[in-house]
């Protein structure tokens, strides 16, 4: 059988904790068939964090201006090590979120961050499943080629030593050690998704309200609601996201402030 997407998994999750807390679940995350083999996504790491955060190990350099990174077809290009803590500046359609990243939460997924926003592999990438109440789902890149690339760069799990809070933010996954480009903001309280293996490398300290106001109206992605289907992503980019769905917000760009 076909590995779950991240959104059958988040959807099933989200449920079981809304249901434990006497929540009420959104019509959005109502569990699905499972779907197909093309629908695969990502997910968190275990490793230590007691490494050296001033430790840098094939440090990536920045590509010319204008050209696109060596890395964003070779992976093995981007495997820096991140600083302790650092902080990224996501230029949006709505306006500037700052994350800021603590390295000791989740070491792998910190690493993986860093060098995904050093190559500029956020640039013109959708925020592509806004499910209010609950996160914002981004990652996937706008070129066939650059997904066919990191789909499979999959990082080892970290522990989950943070909560899915208001505000946190988190790799998708799509079961142990599948860890690649996607990541989400939680909407809400999500500490259903703690043992789960979901673990926060950071939060929002800046632009709350800005994540707040990314256009949700797609709700969840197919084939369980009317959003984008994250195997034409994977296939097709931007290409198929900007005329089949028009209103969705991007990120334009990402700046590391250490």
Known sequence: MSQ???SFLLVLIFAASAACNGQKTPQAAAPAPEPSAQEQAEQPANEPANEPAAEVANEVEAAPAGERHPAMTDPSLAAETAPA??????????????????????????D??????KIGYFNDVAFFRVIQGFMVQFGIHG????????????????????????GYVTFAT??????????FINFG?????????F?????????MDVVNSLYAGYGEGAPQGRGPSQGRMQAEGNTYLKSSFPELDYIKSVTIVE
């Open 4 to 6: 779950p997407t991240l």
């Open 85 to 110: 803590s650092y902080k990224l500046n996501f230029e949006t359609t709505k306006g500037t979120i700052v994350i800021e990243v603590t390295r000791d939460w989740a070491p792998n997924g910190a």
């Open 112 to 117: 993986r961050l860093y060098n995904l926003a």
């Open 143 to 166: 070129q066939a080629d650059v997904n066919a690339a990191w789909r499979e760069a999959r990082i080892p799990d970290d522990a989950v030593k943070e909560s899915n809070k208001p």
């Open 174 to 183: 799509a079961g142990p050690n599948t860890r690649t480009s996607q990541l």
């Open 189 to 197: 309280q999500n500490a259903g998704l703690d043992p789960q293996g």
């Open 199 to 207: 673990a926060p490398l950071g939060k929002v300290v800046e632009g």
